[in-house]
């Protein structure tokens, strides 16, 4: 089973600082996706990163992967209070028939205070 | 485009009793269907997906079923609800392309209290 370990857990700051979670597995991940959850919705994805070392930016955001794709990291820049939310990082297998199967870590849930 | 439909957003139900939550896909054809379980405002966990009709796989045991009688409906069921069923339902559908991490969408979930 593979698993994804999120940290932290919790993460409360003060609008205008920067902030990293984290997303690490022992195991290799053929992709990783950021998802953004607001309380009582589903989930919405952020991004997709798929090649080893990659580096995405979505305004604020910059997301990676890890060169041996075991791992990633989300940085906020300037967090504001609309950033707040639980935020999941869920990956999926590498190798064999997924059908699109995706392990999600634990969740960061991130406040913002004004 | 599409979209996913999934109702009731809540419900209260005695322990014992049955249950059945629908789940609906507009816009797309033949997606991978998904029902995730979501304690507490943390991480998911998959209950049933389903890559096409009549085609259902579980990933836990438990006192849940699944069912797809049509290719974008996918409905959760129990016959009798325990206690430990509680929690918040998830349906999702994705668009198979092996290996490459397809997006799930989700629906706005079903909060579910077994009193």
């Known amino acids: 089973t593979q698993l994804l370990e999120q940290s932290p857990q919790f993460l409360s700051i003060q609008e205008g600082e920067n902030l990293t979670v984290y997303c690490n597995s022992s195991?290799?991940?053929?992709?990783l996706q950021w998802y953004r959850q607001e309380p009582g919705e589903g989930p919405v994805l952020l991004v997709t990163v798929v090649t080893g070392g990659e580096v995405k930016k979505l305004k604020r955001l910059t997301f990676q992967f890890g060169d041996a794709r075991k791992d990633s990291s989300l940085h906020i820049t300037a967090a504001q209070p609309g950033d707040t939310g639980l935020y999941l990082c869920a990956g999926t297998n590498a190798g064999g028939t997924s059908y699109g199967k995706l392990t999600f870590g634990q969740g960061t849930i991130l406040t913002v205070h004004p | 485009s599409q979209t996913i439909h999934q109702w009731p957003a809540t419900l209260v139900q005695p322990v014992g009793s049955p249950l059945s939550l629908e789940c609906t896909v507009e816009g797309t054809s033949n997606p991978n269907l998904y029902w995730y379980r979501q304690a507490a405002g943390r991480g998911l966990q998959l209950l049933f997906y389903?890559?096409?009709?009549?085609?259902i796989s579980s990933e836990v045991p438990q006192n849940l079923s699944a069912s797809r009688p049509q290719d974008r409906q996918f409905i959760l069921s129990s016959k009798k609800l325990l206690l430990s069923d509680s929690g918040f339902y998830l349906c999702?559908?994705?668009?198979?392309?092996?290996?490459?991490?397809?997006?799930?969408?989700f629906g706005n979930g079903t909060r579910l209290t077994v009193t």
């Open positions: 195991s290799v991940f053929s992709s």
């Open positions: 999702a559908w994705s668009l198979l392309r092996q290996g490459l991490g397809s997006p799930l969408h």
């Open positions: 389903s890559v096409g009709i009549g085609q």
